[in-house]
């Protein structure tokens, strides 16, 4: 359950959690965990608003970097370039940790050993107390007195807990007299820690939320969940899994909580794309629907993510048609759900998987293409390697034409040039034969069901000429072409690819409000 719309917690400090850092521009909004609780999604600062009395709220979750302790991401960067880490940012985020650093954070390797390979990287030797000091130039000290004082205000009408992903070196400040300037270490605060490596799961995966549910314990009912990360806050969605030749299928079921009519699946782009999308895109689309009164079904891909093969050496008998199939098993499966009516959304290399799977599954109401190829797929990439190669290269780009030729003839390829391998690989050919026998003008004549086509006017992966060549191929289609969005679907100052940078790598940027508007109205026009 959530809580109900302008009720309130009160505090007698409502600025004591306003976060000084720059607030992302994704706006607040609530979302119902998988546990059953209430999740307060709070970019730009955690003063709650909710009716203890209407809801019955017990229990408060807190995160700890961004909710109690401010941090400035640059600032950590900055911290572990002095100690000698060459590229801090291939390691680091704002929300989640990569590679060894999301190994520490997991439980799954000690300080000590952190401590070894961040000497490794660093090409000499590093102290723990180097290492603990790095970490801590991710927070702005010292922690809020103000809002210190406020947890203990609310401590005297709620059971206050923490749930982070952290690490042992930031807690072995943050559990010592040196956290508060009064001396009291973060366990004075509150009821009980849960913390990453020491469970040895982390957020967003549902594991931690039920462990925490379990230990505590508490009732998910009567408890609000205060996170700043979307992508964590989208843990609190419904899981659900498809049974399939390969294995399972796992997605994320966004329901409204009043209930909805209409469901729509969010088709993934090509590559090893997660549900969330590469910058959490599909995330704050489906989010953006849920406003609007739309359900939405979010998946990993068969050898992606949470759908990975028991066998890794399976993804490279993959076929464009098991992807295809797949999507329509999806619409299949939520035709026998609570819905009415059911919207195939396909992003780039999805809107060919949407129009083929909508001619599989009569149960499907519409499709929606958001910056889907409009020629074949040996077109376009010549295009995108003749932008790349020529005039310099035309040697390679002569021969990576006669490779797509082969493979658009049924034919392997047993060898290629190493600059071309990446693309070309063995364990590639398979996917690339299936997918070049599709031309997306054809499939989407076949479609008998409303269509809409969304393009970006500074798309340079996928042109708006693309969205002409399938508005022309199906006249009864719908197009849109919206201003200044990038393949991302999210807006950027303009066309080059400098001036994307921030579309293609930042996940708090929202999706464009353009998109969810022409989204959200075609599917309400249906």
């Known amino acids: 359950i959530r809580p109900p719309v302008g009720g309130r917690i009160r505090?007698?400090?409502?600025?004591?959690?306003?976060?000084?850092?720059?607030?992302?521009?994704?706006?607040?909004?609530?979302?119902?965990?998988a546990c059953g609780g209430a999740f307060a999604y709070l970019p730009e600062f955690a003063y709650i608003r909710f009716s203890k009395k209407r809801i019955m709220i017990k229990n408060l979750v807190f995160d700890f970097g961004g909710i109690i302790a401010d941090f400035e991401f640059s600032r950590a960067l900055a911290a572990f370039e002095r100690?000698?880490?060459?590229?801090p940012a291939e390691y680091l985020d704002s929300y989640h940790q990569?590679?060894?650093?999301?190994?520490?954070?997991?439980?799954?390797?000690?300080?000590?050993?952190?401590?070894?390979?961040?000497?490794?990287?660093?090409?000499?030797?590093?102290?723990?107390?180097e290492a603990r000091e790095a970490w801590l130039g991710f927070f702005l000290?010292?922690?809020?007195?103000?809002?210190?004082?406020?947890?203990?205000?609310?401590?005297?009408?709620?059971?206050?807990?923490?749930?982070?992903?952290?690490?042992?070196f930031v807690m072995?400040?943050?559990?010592?007299?040196?956290?508060?300037?009064?001396?009291?270490?973060?366990?004075?605060?509150?009821?009980?820690?849960?913390?990453?490596?020491?469970?040895?799961?982390?957020?967003?995966?549902?594991?931690?939320?039920?462990?925490?549910a379990a230990e505590a314990p508490l009732v998910p009912a009567e408890t609000l969940f205060i996170d700043d990360s979307a992508a964590n806050a989208a843990a609190g969605e419904k899981s659900v899994s498809l049974e399939r030749n390969f294995g399972t299928?796992?997605?994320?079921?966004?329901?409204?909580?009043?209930?909805?009519?209409?469901?729509?699946?969010?088709?993934?782009?090509?590559?090893?794309?997660?549900?969330?999308?590469?910058?959490?895109?599909?995330?704050?689309?489906?989010?953006?629907?849920?406003?609007?009164?739309?359900?939405?079904l979010r998946y990993d891909k068969r050898g992606i993510g949470s759908s990975k093969f028991d066998d890794p050496d399976k993804m490279a008998d993959a076929t464009l048609d098991d992807f295809i199939g797949d999507s329509a098993a999806w619409a299949e499966y939520l035709s026998r759900q609570d819905f009415r009516r059911i919207v195939l959304i396909g992003h780039s290399e999805g809107a060919l998987?949407?129009?083929?799977?909508?001619?599989?599954?009569?149960?499907?109401?519409?499709?929606?293409?958001?910056?889907?190829?409009?020629?074949?797929?040996?077109?376009?990439?010549?295009?995108?390697?003749?932008?790349?190669?020529?005039?310099?290269?035309?040697?390679?780009?002569?021969?990576?034409?006669?490779?797509?030729?082969?493979l658009k003839r049924g034919e392997r390829v047993e060898s290629c040039?190493?600059?071309?391998?990446?693309?070309?690989?063995?364990?590639?050919?398979?996917?690339?034969?299936?997918?070049?026998?599709?031309?997306?003008?054809?499939?989407?004549?076949?479609?008998?069901?409303?269509?809409?086509?969304?393009?970006?006017?500074?798309?340079?992966?996928?042109t708006p000429d693309n969205a002409d060549a399938l508005a022309k191929a199906q006249p009864r289609s719908r197009k849109t072409i919206i201003e200044g969005m990038t393949h991302t679907l999210k807006k950027a100052s303009g066309p080059t690819r400098t001036e994307q940078i921030a579309a293609y790598t930042d996940d708090t940027l929202p999706v464009a409000p353009e998109l969810v508007a022409a989204v959200t109205g075609f599917i309400e026009g249906l």
């Open 172 to 212: 072995d400040w943050a559990r010592s007299s040196e956290f508060s300037p009064t001396g009291k270490p973060l366990d004075a605060y509150f009821d009980k820690l849960f913390l990453s490596y020491e469970m040895k799961c982390m957020k967003p995966d549902r594991a931690i939320f039920d462990r925490m």
């Open 249 to 296: 299928l796992y997605g994320t079921l966004l329901t409204p909580d009043e209930g909805a009519e209409t469901v729509a699946v969010l088709i993934a782009g090509s590559g090893p794309t997660p549900r969330n999308g590469n910058t959490n895109n599909y995330l704050y689309l489906a989010q953006e629907l849920e406003k609007a009164g739309i359900a939405t």
């Open 353 to 406: 998987i949407a129009f083929c799977a909508a001619q599989q599954c009569p149960e499907v109401d519409a499709v929606i293409s958001l910056a889907g190829a409009g020629y074949p797929l040996d077109e376009i990439l010549q295009l995108q390697l003749a932008a790349q190669l020529a005039p310099t290269h035309m040697e390679l780009l002569m021969q990576a034409r006669a490779i797509t030729a082969a």
């Open 417 to 462: 040039p190493p600059e071309l391998t990446p693309l070309f690989a063995p364990p590639l050919q398979t996917f690339w034969i299936s997918s070049l026998s599709y031309d997306p003008r054809e499939e989407i004549r076949k479609v008998r069901v409303p269509v809409l086509i969304v393009n970006g006017d500074i798309d340079f992966q996928v």
């Open 98 to 129: 990569r590679g060894f650093f999301r190994e520490l954070e997991s439980g799954r390797i000690g300080a000590d050993e952190f401590v070894r390979r961040l000497g490794e990287c660093a090409g000499r030797e590093v102290s723990y107390a």
């Open 83 to 87: 100690v000698g880490l060459k590229n």
């Open 141 to 168: 000290l010292p922690v809020s007195l103000e809002r210190l004082a406020c947890l203990e205000e609310l401590r005297r009408d709620y059971r206050l807990y923490v749930l982070s992903n952290t690490n042992p």
């Open 11 to 33: 505090l007698r400090r409502p600025d004591a959690f306003r976060v000084r850092r720059p607030a992302p521009i994704v706006r607040a909004s609530e979302h119902a965990p």
